[in-house]
């Protein structure tokens, strides 16, 4: 087995970008463009608690970036570097941490950055990988989460649930479901696709925005909390995929438990009346659908509402971890 | 015991400062300013492996800042910002995290920088805690590990040694050891001072520089590889504190073990024979003293040497986590 300067110089150190100075120095460069400010976020998981023991490495690598990848994109950023934590137990030799490495080497030519540092430990415990990514935004164009304002409509990217249907069905649910059905939720739910595309391009037509990982109403919520508003949405105009529909016949509740799912990955935000039209444009020229799904309002909290307009009860305001 | 927001809310929004958006965002802002780069560093942290199931958790914190602050002030940058990643397993409660985050708290206002986002997660293992620090130097001022030059000297701040010391102080050893010397070898190992005042002063002074956490040693040769150059470092002119001194009367040989010992976290540099005086200025305005111990020279590797010039063999070549 390498030791940890082995392990750097073999796996990670072919992913480092120039400021990164060959993962040999104590610190690493971030140049800032002129005119422009660095978005920060970083995310930890934990074997056993965030992903299987047996999942593909390369899969959990590519998950863990574009976790973070999703964060940035809700800001209104495009990616540039990433530092990487990876806390490891004995029994995870070489081959994971190549098959890891491999994962994140695919990813960022695919999105477009590359490893700056990071920090390689041994722990007794169960592996915890953590991902910090760094991207930047026009100064000032960063879309937060507390600009929302009444009267505006709420959209969502792509399609809600699929993800926590996914992880049902690699628990075992739903035996019966055609293997096309299966296989694209739990690709879903294993390997999300951030919204890398979408989210610079509603700078000037947001007003406020935030991926969807602890669930539609839930993150929606903080949103709201964070913009010092309400929102209502219409259940019948949450997007759902055509698998997510198939199941939904034979379980009509089914939706209010997509809408509070998790895992989602896509951009949920607040924008005017009066950006509806570029917003629709914007879809077609991406080929992402993007729908309008409720309305901020004065007020504080989420109201989930039927086709007829009488509010639905939600048991669960989303995940908590911890 | 307070959730994931609620501990963020209590513990940890009071430490943010502005880019960090009262933590309630997916991603936190970086502003830079003109003519200057920043300069990020991260350092993980496991609970029995790099710390004890019982040191007083705001040690804990200041020492897992305080090594990330030390790695920016080794290439000379000031710090600014951190970001914190904590997995904690259910036993450590709400008061664990209180004087965690007292800690940090108290290090922040000391060094001047702020907190700017993070992540909490649970984990069935040992905790594990990974901070993010974020500086700023001039542009292109940096001092990288890579810049030695034949005939520069090697410099070291402080005294070299004295946490290796305090580790086997806490381990049982030199149990006849005068208190105030084991007060001060233990707290030189569990609370080191980053030399955060003189890294930035040695831009335009020194070629190259790296912090002291692996060992003397070691870290020389870290910083000779990344040169392409070969260093010969006199054991005599290693200085050592009063304490250290004290035990070496009876240990004639442990001035090699003090050289190899880690988690020094002062400053190593090689610097033209022209900067000299100027160093020595700095240390006197500073009031830390800097000492000269080598010679950069061609080749390659650290040889350590006696009074007469004979070439120590060494052990070790400093520690390799994992």
Chains 1, 2 share one sequence.
Request: aromatic share 6%; glycine share 12%; proline share 6%.
């Amino acid at each position: 087995m390498l030791g940890e300067f082995g392990r750097i110089a073999k796996f990670f150190a072919p992913l480092a970008g120039p400021g990164g100075l060959g993962l040999k120095d104590d610190a690493a460069l971030v140049e800032c463009a002129p005119g422009r400010q660095l978005v920060v976020t970083v995310d930890a998981i934990v074997e056993g608690v965030h992903y299987l023991p047996d999942d593909p490495p390369d899969l959990v690598a590519k998950k863990l970036l574009r976790v973070n990848l999703s964060d940035l994109s809700a800001k209104g950023a495009r990616p540039l570097h990433y530092l990487l934590v990876t806390a490891l137990p004995a029994r995870l030799g070489d081959d994971w941490v190549a098959r890891f490495a491999a994962g994140l080497g695919d990813d960022q030519r695919r999105y477009g950055l590359a490893l700056l540092g990071g920090d390689s430990v041994a722990t007794p415990g169960p592996a915890m990988l953590s991902l910090t990514a760094l991207g930047d935004v026009a100064s000032g164009a960063e879309i937060r989460r507390s600009g929302a304002k009444p009267g505006d409509r709420v959209w969502v990217s792509g399609t809600i649930g699929d993800a926590w249907l996914g992880l049902k069905v690699l628990r075992g649910d739903y035996p019966a479901l055609a293997a096309a059905d299966r296989d694209f939720l739990t690709a879903r739910f294993r390997l999300p696709e951030p919204r890398v595309a979408l989210g610079p391009r509603l700078a000037g037509l947001a007003h406020a925005m935030c991926d969807i990982s602890d669930g539609l109403v839930a993150d929606l919520g903080h949103l709201c909390e964070a913009s010092g508003m309400g929102a209502t949405v219409s259940l019948a105009a949450v997007p759902l995929s055509a698998a997510a529909r198939r199941l939904m016949a034979s379980d009509p509740a089914l939706p209010v438990n997509l809408a509070t799912g998790g895992d989602d990955y896509e951009l949920l935000f607040a924008a005017p009346q009066a950006a509806s039209e570029a917003i629709a444009a914007l879809a077609g020229e991406l080929g992402l659908p993007l729908a309008a799904i409720g309305t901020i309002e004065e007020g504080a909290g989420v109201r989930l509402v039927d086709a007829a307009g009488s509010q639905i009860s939600v048991a669960s305001g989303g995940w908590t971890h911890f």
